[in-house]
């Protein structure tokens, strides 16, 4: 900002010494002079405007996020945990000596070749993914190859410990993380997480995150956006071998609140074994006591038979769900919901179809109807410029603080700073919007000083606030993670 306002001194200056110093100038290159300062002073009245919105949000946000009446202080959390290798996308492919191609998405990678079609498939979208590597000694060598990688970072990874590191920076709540937890994973994790002697293994699970920035470019594919595409070949979290110390954890360790995330790593061992795997974890899961309320965290997933599986097992048996645009429409594609026959969405996903679709997750697996004994009645969707949590009225407190909450991380952790840096983020949210595209709606407006949008639909309440999304983004990997975990800290649950 201080460079243009010293452009337009200068250029000002400039005008007077021109004019004094030769009065005869012709008026035509005064005019032209003139009508430059005039331009660039409306450019910076322009991004000063902008800059207005971003700072205006952020202000208002740390005026309405107010901490819950009552405050979870132990929380349970499980089961996918590993070590995360975080490295850029297109440099290590280059590495590997992979040439560029086409993209093709591939359920399951075998080899470096499906490797690099699954990539450039969503790296095209900038879209967030992420499969199983089936052969091991293919995958440990490209593993190598990414620890060795010159600026590979290591990282905690895996969503249910990505969760707890996040929800450990509150002092006042102590985690236990179950999940196969290896020597360099149990060295990265903050002191107030517990893990269960059985959680502990000689050997860290790795997972490989290929990121990539906005502009990224390999052969004739280019990156729309910042994202990351994740893959591993990690047997231990894919068969969610945690998951009965985990619920056998709690007698012990008394949690008031239960996340539970990896059933997409299930995905990738084949049906036969997620068929038998899951009825064991939904029994497991129905042993939690009702009282305490359980969040599921979802990821990315590409068998409508296994999503269809979790829709009708695992949804109406938790209290809470975490899910981005992508799992979003995959869902309604795999329950032929509303907007089914979308392929994908295409740019800034339309509210109202988000809105539409929410509505019928609950309908369908929630407890908008009392006399259900469906226990689902809160979702928690985030996309790069919005996020909205839908709640069925009467159960859930305190959410426009939640929804708020959500996001300012989403803008201040992109951008790896404290808070939010307004310089540093820009408005992608539309400001007008529909609140259904299958009904009748209304039409509804953001204001910047109430950046929480509230709409009702029959007995349900849908908190709508934008992003800020960061410019150039520094940590992509686990922000849906750190989204969820930090809407779940402003969460409580309503006196029933």
Sequence with gaps: MWRQAFAAVLLAVSIGYFYHSNPALPELAVHYLTTSLQSLSSCLQGSS??????????????????????????????????????????????????????????????SKEDLKETFIHYMEKGAAAERFYSDKESFQRIARAASEYPGAQHFVGGNAALIGQKLATNPHVTVLLCGPVGPKLHELLADQIIVPAESLQVTDEYHLILEYKAGDKWGSSQAPNANRF??????????????????????????????????????????????????????????????????????????????????????????????????????????????????????????????????????????????????LTRIHFHTLAYHILATVDG????????????????????????????????????????????????????????????????????????VLVCKNPLRTVGLGDAISAEGLLYSEMAEQ
């Design 395 to 466: 159960f859930w407190a305190n959410q426009v603080s939640a929804v708020s909450a959500g996001a300012r991380v989403a803008g201040s952790q992109a951008c790896d700073t404290q808070e939010i840096d307004v310089n540093r983020v820009v408005l992608k949210a539309p400001l007008e919007f529909h609140t259904s595209r299958d009904e009748p709606g209304q039409t509804m407006t953001l204001n910047p000083s109430e950046p929480v949008v509230v709409w009702h639909r029959e007995n349900v309440s849908f908190y709508f606030t934008p």
């Design 49 to 110: 405007s902008t800059a207005t919105i971003e700072q205006t949000i952020s202000s208002a946000w740390d005026t309405l996020i107010t901490a819950p009446a009552t405050q979870w202080t132990r929380v349970a959390v499980g089961v996918n945990a590993c070590v995360d290798v975080v490295v850029t996308g297109v440099g290590l492919l280059q590495a590997l000596a992979i040439d560029p191609g086409t993209g093709v998405d591939h359920e399951v990678l075998h």
């Design 230 to 375: 994740i893959f591993s070949h990690d047997t231990s979290n894919g068969e969610m071998s945690a998951l009965e110390t985990f619920v056998g954890s709690m007698e012990e360790f008394q949690p008031q609140l239960v996340v539970l995330s990896g059933l997409h790593m299930m995905e990738g061992q084949g049906r036969e074994l997620w068929e038998e795997r899951l009825k064991e974890a939904v029994v497991t899961i129905s042993d939690i006591p009702n009282e305490v309320p359980i969040h599921l965290e979802l990821a990315s997933m590409t068998d409508t038979d296994y999503m269809n599986s979790i829709m009708q097992e695992v949804l109406p048996i938790v209290n809470s769900i975490g899910l981005n645009e992508q799992e979003l429409l995959f869902i309604s594609q795999a329950g032929l919901g509303p907007h089914s026959q979308l392929p994908s969405w295409s740019g800034v996903p339309d509210v109202g179809q988000v809105s539409d679709i929410l509505l019928w997750i609950l309908k369908q697996h929630g407890r908008t109807d009392l006399e259900s004994e469906a226990d």
